[in-house]
Protein backbone atom coordinates (compact mmCIF):
# COMPACT_ATOMS: atom_id res chain seq x y z
CA UNK A 1 0.00 0.00 0.00
CA UNK A 2 1.26 3.41 -0.74
CA UNK A 3 2.09 5.78 1.47
CA UNK A 4 -0.40 8.65 1.99
CA UNK A 5 1.03 11.89 0.61
CA UNK A 6 1.22 14.95 3.17
CA UNK A 7 1.33 18.68 2.52
CA UNK A 8 4.65 20.56 2.25
CA UNK A 9 6.69 21.41 5.28
CA UNK A 10 5.72 24.57 6.30
CA UNK A 11 2.59 24.75 4.11
CA UNK A 12 -0.33 24.26 5.96
CA UNK A 13 -4.18 23.16 5.47
CA UNK A 14 -6.86 25.32 6.89
CA UNK A 15 -9.76 22.81 7.46
CA UNK A 16 -12.98 24.57 8.06
CA UNK A 17 -13.21 25.26 11.77
CA UNK A 18 -10.20 27.34 11.59
CA UNK A 19 -11.21 28.45 7.91
CA UNK A 20 -14.82 30.11 8.65
CA UNK A 21 -12.50 32.18 11.59
CA UNK A 22 -10.34 33.10 8.99
CA UNK A 23 -13.65 34.10 7.09
CA UNK A 24 -14.91 35.85 9.61
CA UNK A 25 -11.91 37.86 10.09
CA UNK A 26 -11.17 38.60 6.60
CA UNK A 27 -14.96 39.96 6.28
CA UNK A 28 -13.78 42.17 9.00
CA UNK A 29 -11.10 43.20 7.17
CA UNK A 30 -13.00 44.36 3.88
CA UNK A 31 -15.25 46.71 5.80
CA UNK A 32 -12.30 48.18 8.21
CA UNK A 33 -10.30 48.63 5.02
CA UNK A 34 -13.42 50.25 3.01
CA UNK A 35 -14.46 52.68 5.99
CA UNK A 36 -10.36 54.21 4.68
CA UNK A 37 -11.23 54.43 1.51
CA UNK A 38 -8.98 51.69 0.20
CA UNK A 39 -9.80 49.50 -3.06
CA UNK A 40 -8.58 45.78 -3.98
CA UNK A 41 -6.25 44.89 -6.38
CA UNK A 42 -5.12 41.63 -6.66
CA UNK A 43 -1.30 40.50 -8.32
CA UNK A 44 -0.07 37.26 -9.63
CA UNK A 45 1.63 34.46 -7.45
CA UNK A 46 4.28 34.11 -9.48
CA UNK A 47 6.79 37.45 -10.79
CA UNK A 48 9.85 37.51 -12.35
CA UNK A 49 12.97 37.23 -10.23
CA UNK A 50 14.55 40.25 -10.87
CA UNK A 51 11.23 42.57 -9.69
CA UNK A 52 12.21 41.20 -6.23
CA UNK A 53 16.17 41.25 -6.17
CA UNK A 54 15.71 45.06 -7.48
CA UNK A 55 13.03 46.04 -5.01
CA UNK A 56 13.79 44.52 -1.95
CA UNK A 57 17.67 44.63 -2.15
CA UNK A 58 20.36 41.82 -2.59
CA UNK A 59 22.06 41.34 0.62
CA UNK A 60 19.42 40.73 2.04
CA UNK A 61 18.05 37.15 4.14
CA UNK A 62 14.90 37.18 1.51
CA UNK A 63 16.24 37.41 -1.96
CA UNK A 64 19.46 35.33 -0.72
CA UNK A 65 18.04 32.30 1.50
CA UNK A 66 14.34 32.55 1.32
CA UNK A 67 12.81 33.26 -1.75
CA UNK A 68 11.63 30.34 -4.06
CA UNK A 69 12.81 30.89 -7.34
CA UNK A 70 13.07 28.54 -10.29
CA UNK A 71 13.49 28.69 -13.74
CA UNK A 72 10.37 28.58 -16.47
CA UNK A 73 11.40 25.45 -18.25
CA UNK A 74 9.85 26.36 -21.89
CA UNK A 75 11.33 29.81 -21.90
CA UNK A 76 14.08 29.79 -19.40
CA UNK A 77 12.28 33.16 -17.74
CA UNK A 78 13.70 33.22 -13.69
CA UNK A 79 10.29 32.98 -12.01
CA UNK A 80 9.53 33.54 -7.98
CA UNK A 81 7.17 32.99 -5.53
CA UNK A 82 6.30 36.17 -4.34
CA UNK A 83 7.92 36.51 -1.00
CA UNK A 84 5.70 39.94 -0.24
CA UNK A 85 3.28 42.02 -1.53
CA UNK A 86 4.68 45.14 -2.09
CA UNK A 87 6.61 45.03 -5.12
CA UNK A 88 4.24 43.34 -7.12
CA UNK A 89 1.87 46.06 -5.73
CA UNK A 90 4.10 48.82 -7.22
CA UNK A 91 4.60 47.01 -10.68
CA UNK A 92 1.21 46.66 -11.27
CA UNK A 93 0.56 50.21 -10.38
CA UNK A 94 3.41 51.20 -13.10
CA UNK A 95 2.38 47.84 -15.47
CA UNK A 96 -1.01 49.82 -15.95
CA UNK A 97 -0.32 53.24 -15.24
CA UNK A 98 -2.85 53.79 -12.43
CA UNK A 99 -0.70 56.97 -10.73
CA UNK A 100 -1.77 59.31 -14.04
CA UNK A 101 -5.34 59.98 -12.38
CA UNK A 102 -3.84 60.65 -9.10
CA UNK A 103 -2.92 59.12 -6.10
CA UNK A 104 -4.50 55.52 -4.73
CA UNK A 105 -5.08 53.53 -1.92
CA UNK A 106 -5.04 50.02 -2.27
CA UNK A 107 -4.56 46.75 -0.37
CA UNK A 108 -4.53 43.48 -1.40
CA UNK A 109 -4.63 39.82 0.58
CA UNK A 110 -3.24 36.58 -0.59
CA UNK A 111 -0.22 33.52 0.49
CA UNK A 112 3.33 34.67 0.00
CA UNK A 113 6.07 32.36 0.37
CA UNK A 114 9.57 32.16 2.24
CA UNK A 115 11.83 29.12 2.61
CA UNK A 116 12.66 30.02 6.39
CA UNK A 117 12.72 26.66 9.34
CA UNK A 118 8.80 26.56 10.25
CA UNK A 119 7.62 27.56 13.53
CA UNK A 120 4.69 28.81 14.93
CA UNK A 121 3.68 32.01 13.19
CA UNK A 122 6.28 31.79 11.05
CA UNK A 123 5.76 29.08 7.85
CA UNK A 124 7.07 28.80 4.20
CA UNK A 125 3.41 29.93 2.54
CA UNK A 126 2.03 32.68 5.12
CA UNK A 127 -0.78 34.82 4.61
CA UNK A 128 -0.49 38.88 4.53
CA UNK A 129 -2.85 41.76 4.56
CA UNK A 130 -1.32 44.30 2.79
CA UNK A 131 -2.10 48.04 2.47
CA UNK A 132 -0.17 50.73 0.08
CA UNK A 133 -0.63 54.39 -0.44
CA UNK A 134 1.11 56.22 -3.39
CA UNK A 135 1.16 59.46 -4.37
CA UNK A 136 0.93 61.04 -1.22
CA UNK A 137 3.91 62.66 0.43
CA UNK A 138 3.39 64.47 3.64
CA UNK A 139 3.59 62.73 6.97
CA UNK A 140 0.02 62.47 7.34
CA UNK A 141 -0.75 59.15 5.43
CA UNK A 142 2.39 58.04 7.35
CA UNK A 143 0.38 58.86 10.53
CA UNK A 144 -3.65 57.52 8.93
CA UNK A 145 -1.80 54.63 8.74
CA UNK A 146 -0.95 53.57 12.27
CA UNK A 147 -4.33 54.79 13.19
CA UNK A 148 -5.95 53.10 11.41
CA UNK A 149 -4.09 49.85 12.25
CA UNK A 150 -4.69 50.85 15.87
CA UNK A 151 -8.62 51.03 15.16
CA UNK A 152 -8.52 47.67 13.91
CA UNK A 153 -6.72 46.47 17.34
CA UNK A 154 -9.59 47.62 18.75
CA UNK A 155 -12.12 46.58 16.50
CA UNK A 156 -10.71 42.76 17.58
CA UNK A 157 -10.53 43.37 20.94
CA UNK A 158 -7.13 42.77 20.97
CA UNK A 159 -4.70 43.89 23.77
CA UNK A 160 -1.09 43.65 24.61
CA UNK A 161 0.42 44.87 21.16
CA UNK A 162 2.47 48.08 21.20
CA UNK A 163 3.71 50.66 18.31
CA UNK A 164 7.41 51.30 17.84
CA UNK A 165 8.37 54.24 15.24
CA UNK A 166 11.74 54.90 14.11
CA UNK A 167 12.89 57.40 10.66
CA UNK A 168 15.47 55.66 8.52
CA UNK A 169 16.03 59.43 6.98
CA UNK A 170 17.11 60.15 3.29
CA UNK A 171 19.37 57.92 0.88
CA UNK A 172 22.32 60.54 1.34
CA UNK A 173 21.41 60.79 5.04
CA UNK A 174 21.76 56.51 5.24
CA UNK A 175 24.70 56.47 3.40
CA UNK A 176 26.34 58.80 5.90
CA UNK A 177 25.33 56.68 8.65
CA UNK A 178 26.27 53.85 6.90
CA UNK A 179 29.79 54.73 6.51
CA UNK A 180 29.93 55.49 10.17
CA UNK A 181 28.87 51.75 11.05
CA UNK A 182 31.48 50.35 8.96
CA UNK A 183 34.01 52.21 10.33
CA UNK A 184 32.49 51.45 14.03
CA UNK A 185 31.99 47.90 13.37
CA UNK A 186 35.64 47.27 11.46
CA UNK A 187 36.91 48.30 15.39
CA UNK A 188 35.07 45.80 16.69
CA UNK A 189 35.41 43.07 14.03
CA UNK A 190 36.40 40.30 16.62
CA UNK A 191 32.67 40.54 18.00
CA UNK A 192 31.09 40.07 15.01
CA UNK A 193 29.08 36.94 13.92
CA UNK A 194 29.60 35.10 10.67
CA UNK A 195 26.29 37.06 9.35
CA UNK A 196 27.70 40.11 10.65
CA UNK A 197 30.71 39.82 8.54
CA UNK A 198 29.34 39.26 5.65
CA UNK A 199 27.44 41.96 5.86
CA UNK A 200 30.01 44.69 7.07
CA UNK A 201 30.71 46.35 3.53
CA UNK A 202 27.01 45.13 1.87
CA UNK A 203 24.43 46.53 4.13
CA UNK A 204 25.30 47.32 7.54
CA UNK A 205 22.75 48.63 8.33
CA UNK A 206 21.12 45.20 8.29
CA UNK A 207 23.32 44.38 11.88
CA UNK A 208 21.32 46.23 13.86
CA UNK A 209 19.14 44.02 13.32
CA UNK A 210 20.44 40.99 14.68
CA UNK A 211 19.23 38.89 17.35
CA UNK A 212 22.53 37.42 18.24
CA UNK A 213 22.22 37.83 22.40
CA UNK A 214 26.19 37.75 22.00
CA UNK A 215 26.19 40.90 19.90
CA UNK A 216 23.53 43.00 21.38
CA UNK A 217 25.70 45.45 23.60
CA UNK A 218 27.99 45.79 20.75
CA UNK A 219 24.60 46.93 18.45
CA UNK A 220 23.21 49.59 21.25
CA UNK A 221 26.96 51.40 21.26
CA UNK A 222 26.43 51.39 17.57
CA UNK A 223 26.41 54.98 15.91
CA UNK A 224 22.46 55.95 15.70
CA UNK A 225 20.93 56.80 12.69
CA UNK A 226 18.67 59.30 14.27
CA UNK A 227 22.30 61.58 15.05
CA UNK A 228 22.46 61.89 11.24
CA UNK A 229 19.08 62.83 10.23
CA UNK A 230 18.60 66.25 8.38
CA UNK A 231 16.06 69.15 8.56
CA UNK A 232 13.47 68.01 6.43
CA UNK A 233 13.58 64.22 7.52
CA UNK A 234 13.42 65.71 11.26
CA UNK A 235 10.20 67.65 10.49
CA UNK A 236 8.90 64.74 8.76
CA UNK A 237 9.32 62.47 12.08
CA UNK A 238 7.65 65.38 13.77
CA UNK A 239 4.75 65.02 12.21
CA UNK A 240 3.96 61.67 12.32
CA UNK A 241 4.52 61.59 16.32
CA UNK A 242 2.44 65.07 16.42
CA UNK A 243 -0.25 63.60 14.88
CA UNK A 244 -0.48 60.35 16.76
CA UNK A 245 -0.24 62.40 20.19
CA UNK A 246 -3.02 64.10 19.26
CA UNK A 247 -4.94 61.30 18.17
CA UNK A 248 -3.60 59.75 22.23
CA UNK A 249 -1.60 56.59 20.31
CA UNK A 250 1.99 55.81 22.37
CA UNK A 251 5.01 55.29 20.26
CA UNK A 252 7.94 53.89 21.60
CA UNK A 253 11.28 55.20 19.14
CA UNK A 254 13.60 52.11 18.80
CA UNK A 255 16.68 53.58 16.86
CA UNK A 256 17.71 50.12 16.30
CA UNK A 257 14.24 49.53 14.11
CA UNK A 258 15.67 49.38 10.32
CA UNK A 259 13.19 46.44 8.97
CA UNK A 260 14.43 43.51 6.43
CA UNK A 261 13.64 45.50 3.00
CA UNK A 262 15.80 48.17 1.53
CA UNK A 263 13.29 49.89 0.00
CA UNK A 264 12.04 52.14 3.17
CA UNK A 265 12.91 55.50 4.06
CA UNK A 266 11.89 58.16 6.89
CA UNK A 267 8.83 56.41 8.83
CA UNK A 268 8.88 52.87 9.81
CA UNK A 269 6.82 50.82 12.52
CA UNK A 270 6.14 48.17 13.70
CA UNK A 271 3.52 46.84 15.54
CA UNK A 272 4.75 43.95 17.93
CA UNK A 273 3.69 41.77 20.77
CA UNK A 274 5.07 39.49 23.72
CA UNK A 275 2.44 36.74 23.67
CA UNK A 276 3.34 35.05 20.33
CA UNK A 277 7.06 34.16 21.71
CA UNK A 278 9.94 34.85 19.17
CA UNK A 279 7.76 35.72 16.20
CA UNK A 280 6.27 38.89 17.85
CA UNK A 281 5.50 41.31 15.03
CA UNK A 282 1.93 41.69 13.97
CA UNK A 283 2.16 44.34 12.04
CA UNK A 284 5.03 46.44 10.12
CA UNK A 285 5.14 49.00 7.10
CA UNK A 286 6.65 52.31 6.22
CA UNK A 287 7.05 54.86 3.96
CA UNK A 288 8.76 53.46 0.42
CA UNK A 289 9.40 56.93 -1.40
CA UNK A 290 12.18 55.63 -3.77
CA UNK A 291 10.87 52.17 -4.65
CA UNK A 292 8.71 53.28 -7.40
CA UNK A 293 11.81 55.28 -9.61
CA UNK A 294 13.26 52.38 -8.37
CA UNK A 295 11.31 49.83 -10.76
CA UNK A 296 11.54 52.02 -13.66
CA UNK A 297 8.13 54.72 -12.77
CA UNK A 298 8.41 58.33 -12.92
CA UNK A 299 9.25 59.16 -9.09
CA UNK A 300 6.47 59.44 -6.39
CA UNK A 301 5.95 58.97 -2.65
CA UNK A 302 4.64 55.84 -0.83
CA UNK A 303 3.77 54.09 2.31
CA UNK A 304 2.33 50.61 3.42
CA UNK A 305 2.25 48.14 5.36
CA UNK A 306 1.49 43.96 6.22
CA UNK A 307 0.08 42.32 8.97
CA UNK A 308 0.58 38.39 9.38
CA UNK A 309 -3.11 36.79 9.21
CA UNK A 310 -1.69 33.29 10.74
CA UNK A 311 0.07 35.87 13.63
CA UNK A 312 -3.12 37.95 14.05
CA UNK A 313 -5.57 35.15 14.49
CA UNK A 314 -3.27 33.19 16.37
CA UNK A 315 -3.51 36.37 18.78
CA UNK A 316 -7.05 36.64 18.32
CA UNK A 317 -7.37 33.06 19.70
CA UNK A 318 -5.15 33.05 22.41
CA UNK A 319 -7.78 36.14 23.86
CA UNK A 320 -10.56 33.72 23.57
CA UNK A 321 -11.99 34.74 20.05
CA UNK A 322 -13.36 31.64 17.99
CA UNK A 323 -15.35 31.69 15.39
CA UNK A 324 -19.42 32.08 15.23
CA UNK A 325 -20.88 28.86 14.65
CA UNK A 326 -22.11 28.24 10.65
CA UNK A 327 -25.54 26.73 10.87
CA UNK A 328 -28.23 26.14 8.54
CA UNK A 329 -31.61 27.35 8.61
CA UNK A 330 -33.22 24.15 7.91
CA UNK A 331 -32.46 20.39 7.33
CA UNK A 332 -34.35 18.87 4.58
CA UNK A 333 -35.08 15.17 5.26
CA UNK A 334 -36.29 13.02 2.69
CA UNK A 335 -38.16 9.52 2.50
CA UNK A 336 -39.44 8.00 -0.59
CA UNK A 337 -38.62 8.06 -4.46
CA UNK A 338 -40.58 10.47 -5.35
CA UNK A 339 -40.14 12.91 -2.51
CA UNK A 340 -36.46 12.25 -3.22
CA UNK A 341 -36.98 14.20 -6.28
CA UNK A 342 -39.58 16.26 -4.91
CA UNK A 343 -36.79 17.54 -2.26
CA UNK A 344 -34.71 19.32 -4.77
CA UNK A 345 -37.48 21.50 -6.00
CA UNK A 346 -38.34 22.47 -2.22
CA UNK A 347 -34.60 23.21 -0.78
CA UNK A 348 -34.07 25.73 -4.33
CA UNK A 349 -37.22 27.45 -3.49
CA UNK A 350 -36.18 27.63 0.45
CA UNK A 351 -33.18 29.10 -1.02
CA UNK A 352 -34.23 31.57 -3.21
CA UNK A 353 -35.91 33.47 -0.20
CA UNK A 354 -32.82 33.59 1.17
CA UNK A 355 -32.40 30.61 3.50
CA UNK A 356 -29.47 28.51 3.93
CA UNK A 357 -30.91 24.59 3.64
CA UNK A 358 -28.63 21.26 4.39
CA UNK A 359 -30.21 18.81 1.64
CA UNK A 360 -29.74 15.34 3.06
CA UNK A 361 -28.03 13.33 0.59
CA UNK A 362 -27.04 9.64 0.99
CA UNK A 363 -30.30 7.79 1.94
CA UNK A 364 -30.14 6.41 4.83
CA UNK A 365 -33.18 5.53 7.71
CA UNK A 366 -35.64 8.75 8.96
CA UNK A 367 -34.11 7.88 12.36
CA UNK A 368 -30.78 8.69 11.11
CA UNK A 369 -31.67 11.74 9.49
CA UNK A 370 -33.60 13.17 11.67
CA UNK A 371 -30.16 12.63 13.95
CA UNK A 372 -28.27 14.33 11.58
CA UNK A 373 -30.79 17.21 11.47
CA UNK A 374 -30.12 17.52 14.92
CA UNK A 375 -26.43 17.51 14.62
CA UNK A 376 -26.64 19.87 12.25
CA UNK A 377 -27.85 22.40 14.61
CA UNK A 378 -30.69 24.02 12.26
CA UNK A 379 -33.55 25.29 14.00
CA UNK A 380 -35.90 23.43 11.54
CA UNK A 381 -35.99 20.22 9.79
CA UNK A 382 -38.52 20.01 6.72
CA UNK A 383 -39.81 16.66 6.09
CA UNK A 384 -40.68 15.24 3.34
CA UNK A 385 -42.18 11.80 1.84
CA UNK A 386 -44.13 10.73 -0.72
CA UNK A 387 -47.40 11.03 1.53
CA UNK A 388 -46.30 14.86 1.45
CA UNK A 389 -45.52 15.19 -2.52
CA UNK A 390 -48.84 13.23 -3.20
CA UNK A 391 -50.45 16.56 -1.26
CA UNK A 392 -48.58 19.09 -2.21
CA UNK A 393 -47.30 19.87 1.30
CA UNK A 394 -44.14 19.03 3.38
CA UNK A 395 -44.35 18.81 7.40
CA UNK A 396 -42.48 21.62 9.64
CA UNK A 397 -40.20 20.05 12.53
CA UNK A 398 -38.60 23.01 15.03
CA UNK A 399 -35.62 21.02 16.83
CA UNK A 400 -34.74 23.73 19.35
CA UNK A 401 -38.14 24.24 21.30
CA UNK A 402 -41.00 22.09 22.05
CA UNK A 403 -43.48 24.33 19.11
CA UNK A 404 -45.30 21.04 17.43
CA UNK A 405 -44.46 19.96 14.04
CA UNK A 406 -47.50 20.45 11.39
CA UNK A 407 -48.08 20.40 7.66
CA UNK A 408 -47.68 23.30 5.18
CA UNK A 409 -48.17 23.65 1.66
CA UNK A 410 -45.44 24.55 -0.92
CA UNK A 411 -46.49 27.98 -1.50
CA UNK A 412 -46.69 28.80 2.38
CA UNK A 413 -43.23 26.76 2.93
CA UNK A 414 -40.63 29.87 3.17
CA UNK A 415 -43.08 32.77 5.28
CA UNK A 416 -43.41 29.50 7.55
CA UNK A 417 -39.53 28.76 8.03
CA UNK A 418 -39.31 32.18 8.47
CA UNK A 419 -41.48 33.01 11.28
CA UNK A 420 -40.67 30.26 13.25
CA UNK A 421 -36.94 31.02 12.83
CA UNK A 422 -37.15 34.84 14.03
CA UNK A 423 -39.92 33.67 16.46
CA UNK A 424 -37.59 31.62 17.97
CA UNK A 425 -34.87 34.46 18.06
CA UNK A 426 -36.92 37.08 19.49
CA UNK A 427 -37.66 34.50 22.55
CA UNK A 428 -34.28 33.74 23.00
CA UNK A 429 -33.19 37.32 23.00
CA UNK A 430 -30.61 37.37 20.39
CA UNK A 431 -32.51 39.30 18.02
Known amino acids: MSQTLQAVRGMNDILPEE ?14 LRAYGYRPIRMPLVEPTPLFSRAIGEVTDIVEK ?30 HNMLYEGPKRLWYQGPMFR ?30 QILMTARLW ?8 RL ?40 PL ?33 GVQAILKDAGIHAHVNPRLVRGL ?84 VAEELRSSGLAVLHHCGGGS ?12 APLAVIIGDDEVAAGEVTLKPLRDAVEQKRVALADLAEAVNNLIFSTEDDDGSV
Open 115 to 144: HERPQKGRYRQFHQIGVEALGFAGPDIDAE
Open 19 to 32: AELWEQFEDMIRDW
Open 262 to 345: DYYNLTVFEWVTDQLGAQGTVCAGGRYDGLISQLGGKPAPACGFAMGVERLLALWKDQGNQASAVTPDVYLVVQGDAASRFAFR
Open 66 to 95: EMYSFEDSLNGEKLTLRPEGTASCVRAVLQ
Open 164 to 203: ELNSLGSVEERQQHRAALITYFEQHADQLDADAQRRLHSN
Open 154 to 161: DDLGLEGI
Open 206 to 238: RILDTKNPAMQALVEAAPKLMDYLGEESLKHFD
Open 366 to 377: FKSQMKRADGSG
